[in-house]
Structure formats: C-alpha cells, structure tokens
C-alpha cells in the first residue's frame, strides 16, 4: 500500500510564518531553517523526477535559490512548504527536459534509460523477505512506466505528500492522480507476472 | 491468489519507496545558504525585472510615435555658397518666408481656408472691355499682280548650259572604311 498522506489540509505552522517573515527581511539563518526542514521532501520530490540523487540535489539547490529570490512573492506564508515544493519540481522538470534534449542531440542514452541507483536492502525483516533480484526487476520495471505513470508513483511512495499536493504539483485533478498510481501499479504486476514473479517470496 | 497479489504490490511499492530514498546530507542546508545570492529587496526586484521591459516598451513607443508623425523629407541643403557671391549684395526677390510655413505651404494638400463657391460665369455679363483687342480684318489678296502676262519681261530666266564630263565607273572609286 502506497504511504500517500492523508487529505486533510495543512494546519498554519506560527514558526514556518515566523521564519517566513524573518527570510524576508534577509535572515539567511531563517530561510536555512525553512529549508532544512523541508530538505528531505525535497530531494525526494526532485529523486521521483531524476532518478539520480546529484541531479536531484543540483535541482534542490537551484529550486533553494530561486525560493530565496522570490519569497517576496510569496503570499502566503503558511503555504512555504507547498510553493516550495512546486519550484524543487518545476526545476527537477527542466532538469529532466535539458537532459533529455541533450541526450537526444548527441545520441547517448537519455537519462530515463540510465540505470537506477538501487539503495542497498533494507534491513526490515519485510525487506528482508524479497529478493534482490526481485527488487533490480521491479525498479527496472518502474523505470520504463510512461512518465506520465511514473511521477505520480513516485512521489506518492515515501508519504511525503497528500494526493492533493501531488495533484498540484502535477497540475492536474486529484481522481487522475489516483487512477494513475493504481495504474502504475496494475502495469508493473502485469509485466512482472509475465517475467515469471508472480510470487515475490 | 489474492495473497500472491497483494505481496506483489507490497514489494512494488516497497521498491518504489527505496527510490526516492535520499541519504542524510546534514551539510546540505548549510551549502545552500552559503550559495544564496545577496536579496534584492522587493523594489530592488521588481525595478531590475521590469525596468529593461519598460525601456524597450518605451524605445517601441518613441519610434512609432516619430514615424507617425514623420513629415515629408526636405530639400537638400543648398550647395556652399562662393565667398565671393557670400560677399556680394543680395537683393531678395520675392518677400522672405519662414521655412516652415515654406514647406507647409509645399506640402499642404488641403486649402488653409475654406474655398468660396465660384460664381457661374454668364454670357451676357462677358467683359468685353478689359478682353483682348478685336482682330483688324485682312486685306484683300492683290491677284493681278501674279498673272505671267504682267510679269516684266526683263526679268527672263536664263539658265547656264550643263557641262557633263564621263564620269569614272564605281568600282574605281576608293572604298572608304571606317
């Protein structure tokens, strides 16, 4: 079951505001706070989009410095996190884009196809239990889903985010949201029953 | 079959939660904020966004203000005067105009005035006074006077004899080329 975060909406954080209206007037150490606690999000939003953890921190970094200069911008400061993650996302998109154009003009695999930094195993005794071979075969899987299947997979897979965040994010409704993750799903059962995994023990 | 299932989306989504696993980076903060740029004030912001739009959109402006109200070219400028005519008396013509109301008056294609509607012109009120002076009429051709038989007989026409010499043939003739 994905650990998508339930839908009930964001209550006003008074030290997110606080700190908000302190970066605003300059404060450095405000807006690093702001960030850091937000970080971890945010490398895992720009991850969902990249699939490599450099590109995903080049892309935080940049988002982290455009969120600097355009704070003044803001007009809700209890809405940091959500407009936050929108440019990590925005500048994980263009990431993604120049990398594939670039891939493209000069023929080299693009960056969906290269391969996937798996994590070592988790020590969980769930983990535990399925193969490493089984995990290679998933995550390859995963790779290969339409992007448009894919992101929304993703980013709904840490927990990190409501289906409503992820909708915003993606700019598009919540039940499409929805459907494509069980759709992602269904298509990776799919193929893995037919390379013969139908049992994950 | 459905327990097969279910673990088999179980380890889907376990796997797609291990790929966007990121490692503690607690230095990564502190990186940012070392690489923030210095903050441009929400004036100073919006003055370094807009300013060069304004200054092109008003670049725009001025020359299709300019070419709107562009006028007719004027006339070369005259050639250098001479010293010596410089030197000279010059006596004006005509009464001196301002060169602009010169050009307006070359360019202007509707009257300055509205026109008065011309009188009709009647024959009856013809000034003949003040038109061109009457044709005297022609005098009589003196005929006789042209008749042969009174035409003076001393006055006979005589004609030399012509010399003719033999001509040389024309192929003897040098052939001039150009």
Redesign the interface.
């Given at each position: 079951m994905l650990m998508a975060a339930a839908s009930e909406p964001e209550a006003a954080n008074p030290e997110v505001v606080r700190l908000v209206a302190l970066a605003r007037t300059g404060d450095r150490s405000a807006f690093g706070r702001l960030i850091e606690d937000h970080l971890g999000a945010a490398r895992r939003v720009a991850l969902a989009a990249l699939g490599q953890p450099m590109d995903a921190d080049e892309a935080v970094q940049d988002a982290s410095i455009a969120a600097w200069t355009r704070l003044g911008t803001l007009q809700d400061p209890a809405a940091f996190r959500g407009w936050y993650m929108r440019i990590v996302w925005r500048k994980a998109i263009d990431r993604r884009r120049s990398m594939r154009s670039w891939f493209d003009r000069f023929g080299a695999s693009s960056a969906d196809d290269r391969p996937m930094e798996l994590p070592a195993a988790d020590p969980a005794p769930d983990t535990q239990l399925m193969s490493r071979e089984l995990a290679l075969a998933i995550a390859q899987l995963v790779r290969a889903l339409p992007r448009k299947l894919r992101d929304p997979f993703l980013l709904a897979a840490y927990g990190d985010h409501r289906y409503e965040e992820i909708a915003l994010l993606l700019d598009i409704p919540v039940g499409t949201v929805k459907w494509r993750i069980s759709e992602a799903r269904k298509m990776s059962r799919a193929k893995l029953d037919r390379l013969g995994h139908g049992d994950p023990r | 079959m459905n327990t097969?299932?279910d673990?088999?989306?179980?380890?889907?989504?376990?796997?797609?939660?291990?790929?966007?696993?990121?490692?503690?980076?607690a230095a990564?903060?502190?990186?940012?904020?070392a690489?923030?740029?210095e903050?441009?004030?929400?004036f100073g912001?919006m003055v370094h966004a807009w300013v060069p739009r304004l200054a092109m959109i008003a670049m725009v402006a001025t020359a299709s203000l300019l070419w709107a109200r562009r006028e007719a070219p004027i006339d070369p400028a005259p050639a250098p005067v001479p010293p010596i005519a410089a030197a000279a008396p010059v006596t004006p013509v005509t009464a001196p105009m301002p060169l602009a109301a010169e050009n307006a008056a070359l360019n202007r294609t509707t009257p300055l005035e509205p026109l008065e509607p011309l009188e009709p012109m009647e024959p009856a009120r013809a000034d003949f006074e003040r038109s061109l002076v009457a044709v005297a009429a022609l005098g009589p051709l003196d005929v006789e006077s042209l008749i042969p038989d009174v035409l003076p007989a001393e006055a006979s026409i005589a004609i030399a004899p012509l010399a003719l010499t033999d001509l040389p043939l024309s192929a003897e003739f040098p052939v001039e080329r150009d």
């Open positions: - | 097969n299932r673990l088999l989306d179980d380890a889907i989504d376990q796997v797609a939660s291990r790929m966007t696993r990121v490692d503690d980076d990564m903060a502190a990186r940012i904020v690489a923030l740029p903050r441009v004030s929400w912001w």
